[in-house]
């Protein structure tokens, strides 16, 4: 669909849905509530419905009707308990991923970072005898070397010329011999495609550094695509490896954030650690962190994200990521021995470092008015000194050193911690923790935005109250207050029904599992969130993203959603396929549509569409705003003076997919 019609179609569906919503608008403009209106109890279909939108990434075709036979609070209980749930149908899709079961420290020796490749360079460290990984490295090597090369001699080599656009400024020569090295690969990979997939490879890995590096640049992505379209995922990843291993990293890390929001079985759990990696938060682009983030959501996150909170904070407060993200393992007591020993010898100290201290009390626990002072997050930093890393870029863990750690004792919230020679100082920092973590301040902290999550933007008092109540009672028991929100009345209350707007990872990932998607390529997904502005750990700053419906809802995002939507529905997102005829009805009969008027059948797939992704639950503004785009010849696919053609179920399906009813769960 053009951008015209596109920009058309979008600004028609804007008009149904507000920028924002009552309770954000009197918050902002200091205005008082009418009083909240009685609960009234959804029926058991919206209760399948609205479970299935809160606490999974949306409905498949078939969920609502499986959750109503077993039973909406059966299924509740099942989610609840998601190792006593079957995923090995995603397991399956996982295993070709390596780095997903990988440690910081295998990525870093399989996938090397610059640092590596510069110590070898430069001969600190060995080339692996592995002739694989070997290969890896020496394309690595050599790449540094010539960046290296370039930055001294300030040189432009041949091969960027391949990187130019064509708008750049360039002499007929140079014009020239670009085009002539694009035609050279195209020739090259016309070749290869003759070439068994493990023939390909071994001829790809076989160039020389250069010469494959300007293969790959005078290649289309559509070129690329075709080239390794019937590759084994370990041959795709050897020649991506050649060219970005950290690149494979980060990609797998996508694929697999991606494949388990849309197809795991245990869909409460996957929500559960996307909550919990948000709320506590680090970004992925901050150096070491590309090596160290799959591990902090595998085997810190996801692990207890329905067990104790007291557990996943000291296990956060502990993770590499962590420690690297908000600088506590820099953080030195100025008078430990460290600082001591550094002055002795002339050196700086890196000093009392506050960052984390400040975070985990004002976003992580007791909550920006949570009761504390600046005191106390100096003192709590104090507390925290030696927690610190083992060479940090090469993948190491957690150490305590004790010559980091601030001597004497320190006062948090008006608890003295005592200087404890026998522990090394660490018990001081798992009990002030724990502290923390059993404060009242940081059970109506964390309820809030629980019930912030699922419940509504602006959740009811009590709600947060019991929810609170529960935290504390139950020794921070995440699933407890978890069931405490879910059966309360305010959570099924018929006003909350579809009432959230989706975040763009919350769209995108529904808009899949809605259309029954098979995913084999994340990128296409991984650029559309960062179209909307929600690039998959990419939350620089450490609140995360919001989940507030004001952070999302304006007309520039709204039209990348649209975008995403047709380009979904009409199967031009690259590595996702999705088949509309089915959706609309297992395929339709061609020649029975000859007989029938455009609008009837336009009609008639309009209305199975919007049953099959929105549960027939479309307002009549809605279903006549579409309506009037099924009129444009791009849509039903025929011209003025054509016969009668079938209706593009595709558009039909993404205009459905952008609507305001899908925007919401």
Request: include cysteine.
């Amino acid at each position: 669909m053009p951008r015209t019609r596109l920009i058309g179609a979008v600004l028609a569906l804007l008009l149904l849905l507000p920028s924002t919503s009552l309770p954000a608008f009197a918050r902002k403009h200091n205005k008082k509530l009418p009083p909240a209106p009685a609960i009234q109890r959804m029926d058991e279909r919206q209760r399948a419905i609205h479970a299935l939108n809160r606490l999974t990434f949306g409905p498949r075709p078939g969920d609502v009707d499986r959750v109503l036979a077993m039973g909406v609070d059966k299924w509740i209980a099942q989610q609840l308990e998601p190792g006593k749930i079957d995923d090995s149908a995603l397991e399956a899709r996982l295993a070709p991923y390596r780095t997903l079961r990988m440690t910081a420290w295998e990525m870093v020796e399989n996938f090397p970072p610059e640092q590596v490749l510069r110590a070898v360079a430069d001969g600190k460290m060995p080339m692996p005898k592995d002739p694989q990984l070997k290969a890896v490295y020496t394309a690595g090597v050599a790449r540094f070397n010539d960046k290296q090369a370039k930055k001294n001699a300030k040189a432009v080599e041949d091969a960027d010329l391949l990187e130019m656009s064509p708008a750049d400024d360039l002499s007929q020569e140079m014009k020239e011999k670009r085009q002539g090295a694009r035609d050279h690969a195209r020739s090259r990979a016309l070749d290869l495609m003759e070439m068994a997939p493990e023939s390909r490879t071994q001829n790809l890995a076989a160039m020389d550094a250069d010469e494959r590096r300007g293969f790959w640049r005078a290649l289309s992505q559509d070129d690329r695509d075709k080239l390794t379209s019937d590759m084994t995922p370990q041959q795709k990843e050897l020649l991506f490896s050649l060219e970005n291993p950290v690149a494979v990293v980060n990609g797998e890390l996508l694929q697999g954030k991606l494949l388990r929001s849309t197809y795991s079985e245990r869909q409460l759990q996957e929500v559960m650690t996307d909550f919990w990696f948000n709320h506590f938060n680090v970004f992925i682009g901050k150096g070491a962190e590309r090596y160290l983030v799959t591990a902090y959501e595998r085997d810190v996150i996801r692990p207890r994200a329905l067990g104790k909170f007291s557990e996943l904070l000291l296990a956060t407060a502990k993770s590499p990521a962590m420690l690297w993200y908000l600088d506590n393992w820099q953080s030195v007591g100025p008078n430990s021995q460290a600082a001591a020993r550094a002055k002795n010898n002339g050196k700086p100290s890196p000093g009392l470092n506050e960052n984390y201290a400040r975070e985990v009390m004002e976003l992580h626990t007791l909550g920006v008015n949570g009761g504390y002072t600046q005191k106390d997050v100096t003192e709590l930093a104090r507390v925290l000194t030696g927690w610190t890393l083992e060479e940090p870029r090469q993948g190491g863990g957690f150490v305590f050193r004790e010559p980091r750690h601030e001597p004497g004792d320190k006062t948090v919230l008006g608890r003295v911690f005592h200087e404890d020679r026998h522990e090394h100082g660490q018990r001081e920092g798992k009990a002030a923790l724990e502290m923390l973590a059993h404060e009242p301040a940081t059970a109506r902290f964390i309820s809030t935005k629980l019930a912030q999550r699922f419940v509504s933007d602006t959740p009811p008092p009590a709600l947060v109250d019991a929810m609170a109540r529960t935290f504390l009672e139950s020794d921070g028991d995440i699933k407890a207050v978890l069931c405490t929100m879910l059966g309360a009345p305010e959570f099924w209350d018929v006003k909350e029904y579809r009432a959230k707007v989706k975040t763009p990872l919350e769209f995108t990932v529904s808009a899949l599992r809605a259309t029954d998607a098979e995913l084999t390529r994340a990128q296409s997904v991984s650029d559309a969130l960062n179209r909307m502005g929600m690039p998959l750990y990419g939350a620089q700053p450490p609140t995360g993203y919001s989940m507030h419906a004001e952070s999302w809802v304006n007309s520039g995002a709204l039209l990348n959603r649209m975008n995403f939507a047709l380009r979904l529905g009409t199967g031009k997102l690259a590595g996702v396929k999705m088949d509309a005829a089915k959706l609309a009805g297992n395929g339709t009969n061609h020649e029975a549509q000859a007989e029938t008027k455009p609008e009837t059948q336009a009609d008639e797939v309009q209305r199975t569409l919007e049953q099959a992704l929105l549960a027939g639950a479309v307002s009549a503004q809605t279903h006549e705003t579409i309506a009037k785009q099924l009129s444009d010849p791009l849509v039903t696919g025929r011209k003025l003076d054509d016969p009668p053609k079938p209706v593009n179920q595709g558009a039909v399906a993404g205009l459905i997919l952008g609507s305001p009813e899908f925007q919401r769960r």
